[in-house]
């Protein structure tokens, strides 16, 4: 129960990974923010953190507006007066080969996967900046650590998440706060179905085959769940990791070894 007495904000915790996490910080003792578009997958995440004893709010978030960020942050405020945590884990997937790429699809994954990061970071700052305290951690992906035939778009959106999280992290260390990111890899979501249905369309696969040739390529052997991100970010935002800020943590199964 080490985040006993302490509230997250989770983005996109209706479902998958930010589901995961936002039950995770639950077991660990916070009070759960649901920042969520989905009132109904909220409201069942959050349903399930009650069930674990923790307070939960949902608040109706589109996380590409600044006007909702702002009423995020007013009402975690309202409701817990303090915000300890914040998860940047919404997001979304398209794949298109690169003349494919048009503006409306370049804009969309930036919205949502890049802009939204920083100006979610930048609502929360001033209540951690006068708390002299606050972890962020935000969703990247391997995608953001390497080159893609078919996603340009998503792997940039991910590594300007990267870089974020290094500014952000060195501009904000001195006032006790910590950035961090995570970079999962293959993780059997709602997303993944997505990357395989239209992966696979580009590639002349069935979502199945794509799906299979990509779990050969992972050196532990099983696709991700999860639960397997939400255990890294659990140790991003408790004390056990507060040496460490301004990184990007792969949790891929082995699949990018590089620094």
Same mark, same amino acid.
């Given at each position: 129960?080490?985040l006993?007495?302490?509230?997250?904000?989770?983005?996109?915790?209706?479902?998958?990974?930010?589901?995961?996490?936002?039950?995770?910080?639950?077991?660990?003792?916070?009070?759960?923010?649901?920042?969520?578009?989905?009132?109904?997958?909220?409201?069942?995440?959050?349903?399930?953190?009650?069930?674990?004893?923790?307070?939960?709010?949902?608040?109706?978030?589109?996380?590409?507006?600044?006007?909702?960020?702002?009423?995020?942050?007013?009402?975690?405020?309202?409701?817990?007066?303090?915000?300890?945590?914040l998860?940047?884990?919404?997001?979304?997937?398209?794949?298109?080969?690169?003349?494919?790429?048009?503006?409306?699809?370049?804009?969309?994954?930036?919205?949502?996967?890049?802009?939204?990061?920083?100006?979610a970071?930048?609502?929360?700052?001033?209540?951690?900046?006068?708390?002299?305290?606050?972890?962020?951690?935000?969703?990247?992906?391997?995608?953001?650590?390497?080159?893609?035939?078919?996603?340009?778009?998503?792997?940039?959106?991910?590594?300007?998440?990267?870089?974020?999280?290094?500014?952000l992290?060195?501009?904000?260390?001195?006032?006790?706060?910590?950035?961090?990111?995570v970079?999962?890899?293959?993780? /059997?979501?709602?997303?993944?179905?997505a990357?395989?249905?239209?992966?696979?369309?580009?590639?002349?696969?069935?979502?199945?085959?794509?799906?299979?040739?990509?779990?050969?390529?992972?050196?532990?052997?099983?696709?991700?769940?999860? /639960?397997?991100?939400?255990?890294?970010?659990?140790?991003?935002?408790?004390?056990?990791?507060?040496?460490?800020?301004?990184?990007?943590?792969?949790?891929?199964?082995?699949?990018?070894?590089?620094?």
């Amino acid at each position: 129960m080490e985040l006993k007495g302490q509230v997250a904000i989770v983005t996109g915790a209706g479902r998958g990974i930010g589901r995961a996490t936002a039950l995770e910080l639950a077991r660990m003792g916070a009070d759960i923010v649901v920042a969520e578009l989905d009132r109904a997958n909220a409201e069942d995440t959050a349903s399930e953190l009650r069930g674990l004893g923790r307070r939960a709010l949902v608040v109706q978030t589109d996380v590409t507006s600044r006007d909702y960020l702002r009423a995020m942050v007013e009402q975690t405020l309202g409701e817990f007066g303090r915000i300890d945590t914040l998860v940047n884990n919404a997001g979304i997937y398209r794949a298109a080969t690169t003349l494919d790429v048009t503006e409306e699809h370049w804009d969309a994954i930036m919205n949502i996967n890049a802009k939204a990061v920083f100006f979610a970071t930048q609502a929360a700052l001033p209540t951690m900046i006068a708390q002299k305290r606050g972890v962020i951690v935000s969703l990247a992906s391997m995608a953001g650590k390497i080159g893609s035939r078919a996603n340009l778009p998503y792997n940039a959106s991910k590594a300007a998440v990267i870089s974020m999280t290094k500014s952000l992290a060195l501009a904000h260390a001195a006032e006790g706060i910590r950035v961090n990111c995570v970079c999962p890899g293959f993780v /059997e979501t709602d997303m993944w179905t997505a990357v395989a249905r239209e992966q696979g369309a580009l590639l002349n696969q069935s979502p199945e085959e794509f799906t299979r040739r990509r779990l050969h390529q992972i050196p532990l052997g099983r696709m991700e769940r999860p /639960e397997d991100v939400a255990n890294v970010i659990g140790f991003l935002v408790s004390s056990r990791s507060e040496y460490m800020t301004g990184q990007a943590l792969s949790v891929d199964g082995g699949l990018v070894m590089h620094g």
